[in-house]
């Protein structure tokens, strides 16, 4: 965010991101059909993207930026590979 911006463009970048963020959960909630899929989508984001992330940086008095910042980008490399795979992409899968 551009700290110097009037607030009229600040309002029109968050209205076109809000409208953006809006079409992409369309497209997924017209592709994922059950509830239960969507909410665990939705739940691996949270919990591995940023959770952790946060629990660690309250716990652990010896965390710094860098290392958070690099735990939430393997947490969405991560959540993002899941939801590939809930989408149908043809990755290798682990084997139960």
């Known amino acids: 965010m ?3 911006a009037s607030v009229t463009h600040n309002v ?8 953006i963020i809006g ?3 369309l497209l997924m909630a017209l592709e994922i059909k ?4 969507f909410a665990w989508i939705e739940t691996d984001f949270l919990t ?4 952790i992330t946060l629990i660690l940086v309250f716990l652990w008095a010896k965390g710094t ?3 958070a910042t690099i735990s ?9 590979y899941n939801l ?11 084997e139960k």
Do not use: K
């Open 2 to 4: 551009n700290l110097g």
């Open 12 to 19: 029109t970048i968050f209205r076109i991101s809000t409208s």
């Open 23 to 25: 079409a992409i959960a």
């Open 34 to 37: 059950s509830v239960l899929t």
């Open 48 to 51: 591995s993207g940023t959770f």
């Open 65 to 67: 930026a860098t290392a």
């Open 72 to 80: 939430i980008l393997f947490g969405l490399v991560f959540s993002s």
């Open 84 to 94: 590939l795979i809930a989408f149908g992409a043809p990755f290798p899968l682990p």
